[in-house]
């Protein structure tokens, strides 16, 4: 009897905590739709199989000495290319809504012509398309997702303003092929990781990472008018960017400018003259590098101008915004940042200091700490200056090591979609969420040391074995009832 008297009272007093209150009732409604995602090198192998020609990565992976982690390589990677129908169960297992992944470049245009489509590489992704839709699960795809085809980065790639025609042709080719069956279309993934990030392919100088940007911009533009022009009416999709963040926080309040400047620099280079209401780059960039290269002794600043025609060219050619987010860092003015970087250099613009303090949660990861409240205020701030528009979140996740009881991603995932849920309180508008990633995978320079599955891969078995870990039920949980 006392113990039954007790019991009641635990329950009546926990549930009416105001923070259980809001925890019990916390529901997503029911048009923010749910999936994950991957891409193409990074799952499928078959590097040189039924016709397809090298990418970058096929190259960066097999350089010696070598740059990636224990020599990895995607050759055979997690075999989507043979295990396509058991990826479609595993989203089935998981009641998935959507599953984003991307198309290989150079297993559809071998020689780079869009008169030479590869039959074989067609196949494959219409057989997974397929697949997908036999059981109600919407494809969205990624026309390209950092594999460049070997060929065209030879003639310089995205530095070279014929890529902008060469991407436009080839993202034609994939609405053609594909664009009965997919609705959703991500132009380019995380156009600032390439151009600055992944400097062992785009030698970064401060000049070429900001002509790559010019020209992802314009391709993106340029294709995002092919679909409208050319697709739209016949099948009503929809098109846009995704673009990659992490949240910046001020060190101390004397570093808000420094924040921003980042987070311009970062996010603002790619989303100003997508999103804003102006387009063009940021104010800031146009500022900083302009004094910067004045200051070097070039005669014109080494960022791009766009034309008029440009700015209104790329200016609201997005459906949506397609976001990427894992992490925050701190950020503290330092305007000569010399022994930290070259100059000149985009970072030697940007003029700033990031970190993560050691007290924040780590992961397997070296840059990833566990921040959620930064996705709540990179949500907020999306909201604030653009205009509050569509948002897919296109990747979020978190990554660990070997094993199947996953207990930080369930963490992470609970932490994440909780912030989330507080962005989308206070207006923001979140229709897309996708996690990252439906299985392990070729992690680019870490190989297959940081796993971001939800599903594990035994690399070491012939067909790569997909088992699910706990998150695996935690995420299907989620999805029925749409609840954290
Ligand atoms: C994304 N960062 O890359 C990519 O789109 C995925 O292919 C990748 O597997 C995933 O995130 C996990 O890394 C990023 O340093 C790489 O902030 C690095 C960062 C962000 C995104």
Redesign the pocket.
Known sequence: MVIKYWIVLYLVLSLTTGEQIKQFRRKFSDNIIFGAGT?AY?IEGAWNKDGKTESVWDRLSHTKPCVIHNCHTGDIAADSYNNYERDVQMMKEMGLDFYRFSISWSRILPTNSPDDINKAGVSYYNKLINEMLKYNITPMVTIH??DVPLQLEALGGWVNPKMVDWFVNYARVVYELFGDRVKTWFTI??PR?YCT?MSEIVNKSGVNDYLCARHMLLGHAKAYYVYQNEFKAKYGGKVGI?L?S?WYEPESEKDAEAAEDKLQFELGQYAHPIFSKTGDWPSVLKDRIAAKSAAQGFSESRLPEFTPEEVELIKGSSDFFGL?H??SALVYRNNSVKGFYPSPSYEDDIGVITYQPETWEKTI?T??KVTPWGFYKLLNKIREDYGNPPLYVT?N?C?TGPGLFDTQRVFFYKKYLNAMLDSIDEGSDVRVYTA??LMD?F??FMGYH?K?GLYEVDFNSPTRTRTPRASVFYYKKVIKTRRV
Do not use: I
Request: aromatic letters at 22%.
């Open positions: 891409s990074q997702h950092f993934n995380e990781e990030q995704v990659n992490l990427n894992y992490t990861a840059w990833l990747e996740g990554p990252w990633s995978n992690e680019w940081d971001f």
